[in-house]
């Protein structure tokens, strides 16, 4: 099966998060992710859009291809 994941900002000022990390257990795909968009750097961190900024409305898109889907939930990022 693919799964789609979707990320996005939801601050309410125009501080947009950087150096963002989610909880992503082993997570692993057999469809290709560019590691700009999302890569797994340890067990139960995934690094997401390369840790650049992520501004408000922008929503961060890519499917993988997995037997399962992997529970994924925000962890940290820096913030202004």
């Not at 929503?59 to 889907?69: D, Q, V």
Request: aromatic residues 14%.
């Amino acid at each position: 099966p693919q799964f789609i994941v979707q990320i996005l900002t939801t601050c309410m000022n125009n501080c947009a998060p950087s150096d963002i990390h989610v909880n992503c257990g082993w997570f692993a795909s057999a469809v290709v992710i560019n590691p700009n968009i999302f890569t797994r750097i340890a067990y139960n961190d995934c690094l997401v859009n390369g840790g650049r900024p992520l501004p408000r409305g922008n929503i961060l898109r890519f499917t993988y291809g997995n037997s399962y889907m992997y529970p994924i939930s925000f962890k940290s990022a820096k913030f202004c």
